[in-house]
């Protein structure tokens, strides 16, 4: 994966987070993740702690 250097990134429809997740390992600065599925959303919080 390339590296996001200080971007900040929006993942649309982004379910578990694994691109969220991947994007912050890879640099970003911050990342908006959205999706229409609350149980998807609460495991990406849990994910992250």
């Known amino acids: ?3 996001f250097n ?3 990134v929006l993942n649309a429809f982004c379910y578990t987070g694994g691109f969220t997740l ?3 390992a890879s640099g970003a600065r911050r990342v ?3 999706d ?3 149980p998807a959303l609460q ?3 849990d ?3």
């Open 36 to 38: 229409s599925s609350a």
């Open 6 to 8: 200080c971007v900040d």
């Open 1 to 3: 994966m390339r590296q």
């Open 22 to 24: 991947a994007a912050l």
């Open 47 to 49: 994910t992250c702690g």
């Open 32 to 34: 908006t993740s959205v």
């Open 43 to 45: 495991r990406l919080r």
